[in-house]
Structure formats: C-alpha cells, structure tokens
C-alpha cells in the first residue's frame, strides 16, 4: 500500500516563502508523475504543478515564476518551493502521485494547510 505524507505547511506573511515536502512510501512502479493540487475555502481543488519521473515541470498560470516543484527519485519525494506569497495562495496543499499507463495508479495525501496573511 502506498502512502503519501505532506510537511511544511504553516503561516506565512505575504511575499514570504515555505517549502513543502511530500514523502511516498510502499512499493512504487517508477515512470510517474507526482504533483501539487490546492483547495481553498469555498473553492474546488485546483492543480498547482507536476514533474515526471524523468524532471519534466509545468505550473498552472498563477503560480508560474513562483512557485517551484522538485523531486528526488531516489527517496520517492517531491517538494515546492513556494515563494513570493500571496494571500490568494492560502488552501491546503495536496500532494499527488499518479501513473497513467499500466500498471495505473493514483494516490493523494492527507493535505497540509499554507496561510498566508499579515
């Protein structure tokens, strides 16, 4: 069974910067992707970033040229580096890990809270 687990969540003044971390654990068929959804309050979940297993990144258009997204194949990890906060970013952070060919799979994580305000 596979787990994913979030950290690095918290609050944050806006312009700040936080660095989230998501763990997965079990036993992963390689060649994925695993990426970053967001929900506010009130609003549905919204896609934030991916990369593949081979470093390929894209970001959603709000969050381009702030936000980054990494991973460490080796340890089965992705990260964001988020910077340049702002207040509109505040949701719960979601990480994603999915394969689209056989064997097919997708996992999510508990979520971790990003709050950004003065």
């Known amino acids: 069974q596979v787990q994913l687990v979030e950290s690095g969540g918290g609050l944050v003044q806006p312009g700040g910067s936080l660095r989230l971390s998501c763990a997965a654990s079990?036993?992963?068929?390689?060649?994925?992707?695993m990426g970053w959804y967001r929900q506010a309050p009130g609003k549905e979940r919204e896609w934030v970033a991916a990369i593949t297993s081979g470093g390929y990144t894209n970001y959603a258009h709000s969050v381009k040229g702030r936000f980054t997204i990494s991973r460490d194949n080796a340890k089965n990890t992705v990260y964001l580096q988020m910077n340049s906060l702002k207040p509109e970013d505040t949701a719960v952070y979601y990480c994603?890990?999915?394969?689209?060919?056989?064997?097919?799979?997708?996992?999510w994580g508990q979520g971790t809270q990003v709050t950004v305000s003065s």
């Open positions: 994603n890990l999915r394969r689209s060919i056989a064997p097919v799979y997708d996992y």
């Open positions: 079990g036993s992963i068929v390689s060649a994925n992707a």
